[in-house]
Structures are given as structure tokens and as C-alpha cells.
């Protein structure tokens, strides 16, 4: 493979801090396998052989003891654990491994789980001799009632505006409405070179993305730019149509030129300068060959530009970020369908009485006892379920214990957890190693860490 692939996994589930409270989000079990699995098996299964892992010493010690990061990938993965200050962005985790990077790298977040043809993004990125390409989705509305938030008023997600070409994949424009104070406005020089754009709301950027390796060097000299979608990709798709010969004089330069920072030696950033050892080559070609990206006109192609963007968009198939509670019960869902393999695991042990849908997912080691209903649900391993429980439409996590008579609906139970003899829960979330007294009932609750939050 001719790109290097770089998962990030050091992040610590900031919209999802009730369930990150004792586990890291990229040891979060999806379908009893830890969420970065399925990057990482994604991964596997375009042809990558070696992949870097840029996660914490805690998530790093975690992979070393997961059976599944064991046994079901066979990537050699080479783990580099973030600073200790904790504070660092995915920019600053390319900067950091920027001396291990010798080509052009593809770059994806652990909280992905999309069925993405990948070669559509590569192919993209290597047909244009890109800058970038990333990959984009159709936002989702989840459906399921997410635990401890019944009656809560849906915060209002900021919308995107994506600005493509005719094709829908040059990438011309980007913008969220929180930065948007007054009014969408478009740059000049955008215009005249792309006179008909397509503005585009309701996508989701998939946190996947093809960079050029000029891109990772040019993020050593330019310390300010900390996140690679916040900061850095809005960078490369506005300085697609800068002029670097004559910044001054170039008027649509001049919003650049205010938000350009000083590094700390008082020096200006460099200018991104994008080439490969294919641009000659690539620029022979556009010269002798009648073809261009663009109609209607003969200019050169491409415009003369040497920055260039693109965005593939997933317009079916799976592309989930979990990175909210109710993306993870989604996800969690959807596990069943996403690989063929036994719903139980053959060290299970399953009372013959017991009544288990075939959309459930029962783990390692667990028990399951007589008269026990399983519907809907993941069960981790090594949990114990006694009798007359019924189990809806949730997710247990490892090493749980459910008492008997225990009636547990729509809720998420996190590992270690115990549910006392004949609990009711509904919609509830159950924090890391909390217990539940016997014969509690409890509706739309989160108890996790010392603390329980009670929905009024």
C-alpha cells in the first residue's frame, strides 16, 4: 500500500463522558469488540499490513490484554502513546509522529465504523494528485430513546455548509454556521475561477482523510493549526485559490493574511507549498492532453492550481461516528449485521430455556440462566444473567452481574456493574462497577461515578 495509514485514538469522548467515565472511547465495547476494532479491521481488509496508533499509555496497555485486538487483526500496528499533558489535538498527533511518516498518509479516527468502499477516497485523492480528500456521510437521525435524556431538548447540532463543483467532489468551500456571523459569504476568486458551486448542508465529515506527506512537514512549521478538522482542513480548502506569488496585492488574500499567526520566534508561517515526484509528470501530462477538469472555457487545468481538495460522499451504505451515546446504542445495533459469525460465542454457557432473539449478541464466558429473555440486546463477556431476567433492546457491557428477576429495557449497563435481585430499569445508563439495589426501580437515570443524575 502506498499510503501510510494513521488511526487516532487518543481522544477522550468529550460528548460522552457518562460512558468514557472508566473506559477510554476506543476500548468502548460495539458488538464485544473494542470501538477502534473496526477502523483497524477496515484497514486490514484494503491491504494494509502496518498501521500507527497514536493513543494513550492506558489505551496502549488495554489492546494489549483485548482478546479480539489479539486474535482477530493481524496488522502490525505500531503504538506511539500521546504527551502526558493530555491536551494534545490531531494535528499536534501527526506533528508528533511526523518523523515516521515517508509518504503520503491516509488518516482515520477510531470512532469510525463505515462499510466504505475506501478506494473510492484513494482513487479520488490519487487521480487529482490531491492535497487532500476526505470523506463525508449523510448526517443520521437516531431513533432510539437515548438513556437519561428522555424530556431532554435536542441540542441543536452546528450545521456544515459544503461547497463542491459540478462533479461533487472538487472541494470549494467550507464553513460551519457557528463561524458564520454574518451571513454565508464567498470568496471572489473562488467564483471566477467555479462560477456555478453547490452548497451542501446536512453531511457529516467521517474524520477520514488523505493527506499529502508535504502537508504533515508543513504542520512542524505551523504549531498554531492543533486539529486537523477544525482548523487545519478549513486551511487547505480556503488556500486552494490564494495567490502565493503576490500576497499583498491579492485582495482575496486579505482574510488569510489577518488570521495568519506568529510563531514563537516571532517568524511568519511558511506558505504550504504541495508537490510530489509525480508533478512534473502529472504537469507534462495536462499540457499535451486535451482533457480538463472544468468546462466551458480553455484554461488550464485545474485552474493553474497546485492546492487542491476533495470530498467523497457516502450516499448509502454504513458511516457512523460514535462519538455521542446515542451513536454508540446505534452502532451497537447494527453490530449483528456487520460481520457473519455465531451470535454466541461457543464458550458461552446458555440455558436450553432460555428465549434469545436473533438480532442479540452473547459474549465470552457469560452465563445465562433459566427463564431468561434476551431480545435486541449485546450481553459482553463474562457477564452472569440468573433467572426470570428480561433483557430489551440494551447493552451489557463485560463482567456485569443480573440477579434474578431483574427487568432491564432500552438502557446501558456499563462493565463490572451490578443489578440487584428483581431491579426495573428503564432507559437507564449504569456507570463502571456501580450497584443497583435490589428491587429498585429506576426510569430514565444516569448513575455513574459517585454521582446519580435523575431525569425530572
Not at 457518562?18 to 477502523?39: E, I, Q
Not at 462533479?167 to 454556521?177: H, K, T
Not at 458551486?197 to 504542520?219: N, P, Q, S
Not at 485559490?241 to 517568524?267: I, V
Request: charged letters at 25%; proline letters at 3%; hydrophobic letters at 35%.
Amino acid at each position: 500500500m502506498e499510503l501510510q495509514a494513521v488511526l487516532m485514538a487518543a481522544g477522550g469522548g468529550s460528548r460522552m463522558t457518562d460512558l468514557t467515565y472508566n473506559t477510554p472511547k476506543a476500548m468502548l465495547p460495539v458488538g464485544n469488540r473494542p470501538l477502534m476494532w473496526y477502523p483497524l479491521n477496515l484497514l486490514e481488509r484494503v491491504g494494509f499490513e502496518e498501521v500507527i496508533v497514536i493513543t494513550t499509555k492506558e489505551v496502549h496497555k488495554m489492546m494489549s490484554t483485548d482478546p479480539k485486538m489479539k486474535s482477530d487483526l493481524k496488522l502490525k500496528l505500531d503504538v506511539v502513546s500521546d504527551q502526558e499533558d493530555g491536551d494534545m489535538g490531531t494535528a499536534d498527533a501527526l506533528r508528533h509522529i511526523q518523523r515516521k511518516i515517508k509518504t503520503d498518509v491516509l488518516v482515520v479516527s477510531c470512532d469510525l465504523i463505515t462499510d466504505v468502499a475506501l478506494h473510492e477516497v484513494v482513487d479520488l485523492f490519487r487521480a487529482h494528485n490531491a492535497t487532500m480528500a476526505m470523506l463525508m456521510s449523510k448526517a443520521h437521525e437516531f431513533t432510539e430513546t437515548v438513556p437519561g435524556q428522555k424530556g431532554k431538548k435536542k441540542t441543536a447540532e452546528q450545521r456544515d455548509f459544503v461547497g463542491v463543483d459540478q462533479s461533487g467532489e472538487r472541494l470549494l468551500f467550507m464553513a460551519n454556521e457557528a463561524d458564520l456571523e454574518d451571513g454565508l459569504s464567498i470568496r471572489n476568486s473562488i467564483m471566477r475561477k467555479h462560477p456555478r458551486m453547490h452548497i451542501k448542508t446536512g453531511l457529516v465529515d467521517a474524520h477520514l482523510y488523505c493527506l499529502k506527506k508535504a502537508v504533515v512537514d508543513f504542520l512542524v512549521d505551523n504549531k498554531h493549526i492543533s486539529s486537523i478538522r477544525g482548523e487545519l482542513v478549513p486551511y487547505l480548502v480556503r488556500k486552494q485559490f490564494s495567490k502565493t506569488s503576490n500576497r499583498q496585492a491579492a485582495k482575496d488574500d486579505a482574510e488569510d493574511q489577518k488570521q495568519q499567526l506568529k510563531k514563537s520566534d516571532g517568524s511568519t508561517n511558511q506558505e504550504l507549498l504541495i508537490s510530489s515526484r509525480d508533478e512534473p509528470l502529472l504537469q507534462l501530462a495536462q499540457e499535451r492532453s486535451c482533457w480538463n477538469d472544468h468546462r466551458g472555457d480553455m484554461s488550464e487545468a485545474y485552474h493553474g492550481g497546485k492546492l487542491r481538495c476533495y470530498v467523497h460522499v457516502m450516499d448509502e451504505g454504513l458511516c457512523y461516528r460514535v462519538n455521542t451515546l446515542a451513536a454508540y446504542i446505534e452502532a451497537n445495533r447494527l453490530a449483528p449485521k456487520l460481520f457473519e459469525e455465531p451470535a454466541v460465542h461457543p464458550s458461552a454457557v446458555i440455558s436450553e430455556r432460555c428465549q434469545m432473539g436473533s438480532d442479540s449478541i452473547i459474549g465470552a464466558l457469560c452465563q445465562v440462566a433459566d427463564k431468561t429473555s434476551i431480545k435486541r440486546s449485546t450481553i459482553g463477556s463474562s457477564t452472569t444473567v440468573k433467572e426470570k431476567v428480561k433483557v430489551t433492546n440494551s447493552i451489557i457491557m463485560h463482567g456485569v452481574t443480573i440477579e434474578e428477576g431483574c427487568n432491564i429495557q432500552g438502557s446501558v449497563i456499563c462493565s463490572n456493574a451490578v443489578i440487584g435481585r428483581g431491579a426495573d430499569l428503564k432507559y437507564c445508563l449504569v456507570g463502571n462497577g456501580q450497584r443497583i439495589e435490589p428491587e429498585s426501580e429506576r426510569t430514565n437515570e444516569v448513575i455513574v461515578g459517585t454521582e446519580q443524575l435523575m431525569e425530572i
